[in-house]
T-cell receptor, first 115, second 116 residues
Framework: DTGVSQNPRHKITKRGQNVTFRCDPISEHNRLYWYRQTLGQGPEFLTYFQNEAQLEKSRLLSDRFSAERPKGSFSTLEIQRTEQGDSAMYLC?????????????FGPGTRLTVL | AQKITQTQPGMFVQEKEAVTLDCTYDTSDPSYGLFWYKQPSSGEMIFLIYQGSYDQQNATEGRYSLNFQKARKSANLVISASQLGDSAMYFCAIYGVYNQGGKLIFGQGTELSVKP
């Protein structure tokens, strides 16, 4: 199996612009997660999908953030009207609930810098 | 609420020696899983080892073992025969089966440096 992939790996944008990130999970993984990680901290949960359904959203996910997983495969995370506080590493992970442990495997992340 | 505490911001170990990274947790969920991940400077989170709350034996994966003490709510990671490539951030995380949905709750991490 190929691992989780994320694109782009790096994104530099100006405050107020919209950005979109893509995550391709491991094939046949039915769950997909988004986390955000700032410098010196552990990842913080943003949202997750089981197949196409978005099952949970963190309070961290303001109305400027939206995530989709339209066909239960890849997912996109969009941030509208970016702010400097959005600068972080955005990590995607996937898991298969049938494996018993629901272990999450992470992608390489997208590092966002908002100027 | 679920919480992970990693009290060692940084650790040093000599190459080829063993090192223990501490992790304590708090959860109200009767069924949970504990995970350790490695994050090199490249940024990718690499899964190392899993321990289920009902597992009777401590988990082992190659040079990694998890010292699980349920009554003390600790899940320490032991790395044997350290290698230079083990230098990285290490995160402990918990997953609650019933009360936490699908998400992992992570600790603050421990930065491990392996000296030659």
């Amino acid at each position: 199996d190929t691992g989780v992939s994320q694109n782009p790996r790096h994104k530099i944008t100006k405050r107020g612009q919209n950005v979109t990130f893509r995550c391709d999970p491991i094939s046949e993984h039915n769950r997909l997660y988004w986390y955000r990680q700032t410098l010196g901290q552990g990842p913080e949960f943003l949202t997750y999908f089981q197949n196409e359904a978005q099952l949970e959203k963190s309070r961290l996910l303001s109305d400027r953030f939206s995530a989709e997983r339209p066909k239960g495969s890849f997912s996109t995370l969009e941030i509208q009207r970016t702010e400097q506080g959005d600068s972080a590493m955005y990590l995607c992970a996937s898991s298969r609930t049938s494996d018993g442990t629901d272990t999450q495997y992470f992608g390489p992340g997208t590092r966002l810098t908002v100027l | 609420a679920q919480k992970i505490t990693q009290t060692q911001p940084g650790m040093f170990v000599q190459e080829k020696e063993a090192v223990t990274l501490d992790c304590t947790y708090d959860t109200s969920d009767p069924s949970y899983g504990l995970f350790w991940y490695k994050q090199p400077s490249s940024g990718e989170m690499i899964f190392l080892i899993y321990q289920g709350s009902y597992d009777q034996q401590n988990a082992t994966e190659g040079r990694y073992s998890l010292n699980f003490q349920k009554a003390r709510k600790s899940a320490n990671l032991v790395i044997s025969a350290s290698q230079l490539g083990d230098s990285a951030m290490y995160f402990c995380a918990i997953y609650g089966v019933y009360n936490q949905g699908g998400k992992l709750i992570f600790g603050q991490g421990t930065e491990l440096s392996v000296k030659p």
